[in-house]
Structures are given as C-alpha cells and as structure tokens.
C-alpha cells in the first residue's frame, strides 16, 4: 500500500540517504524514518525499494524520456538537445 510524500518529506529522505548512507549500526532504517518525521520504518524501506525500482527502470530504457522543446535545429530523433553536446561540455567542467 502507498503512502503519499510531501515534497519536504522526499527532500528530507533523500537528505537522510546520504547523511545515514554507511550507517551500518542496524539503526539505519529508524534514523531515517525519524529524520523524515511522519513515516514508519516499514514506510520508508518501501519508499527505498520504490526508488531503487525507478532507478533500475530508467537506467535500463523501460522509462520513456521527456520531449522537450528546443529552439534550435539541434533536435535529434528522441526529441531532446544534442546531449553528446551537453555531456562533452559537463567534462571539461
């Protein structure tokens, strides 16, 4: 069963992932749920598993990629900006 998220309730899971990431205590899951406030433990193990699910999904293709406007003719086949581009210039950054 889902439970519905704020987006200050994400923001603070997410802070939590990184802030209790090499937790290894056994208190892991607890600290998190209480960093978020408003959540079980069971909550946010599900809300985890969810995200790691979307992850898998997205990195594997199985999520379709938004089709976003450009202003330019430098607009490839899926709908989207020349991203070899993009990622070139992200390296030398």
Do not use: C
Not at 8 to 21: G, P, R, S
Not at 76 to 86: F, K, S, W
């Amino acid at each position: 069963m889902a439970t519905n998220w704020t987006t200050k309730q994400n923001k603070k899971f997410e802070e939590a992932l990184v802030m209790y990431d090499k937790d290894n205590s056994g208190e892991k899951w607890h600290n998190i749920a209480r960093y978020v406030g408003g959540k079980s433990v069971e909550e946010v193990r599900r809300h985890y598993d969810l995200l790691l699910k979307d992850i898998s999904q997205i990195e594997n293709g199985q999520v379709p990629l938004p089709n976003y406007r450009t202003t330019s003719d430098q607009t490839n086949a899926r709908g989207y900006a020349n991203e070899q581009r993009l990622l070139k210039n992200l390296k030398l950054q």
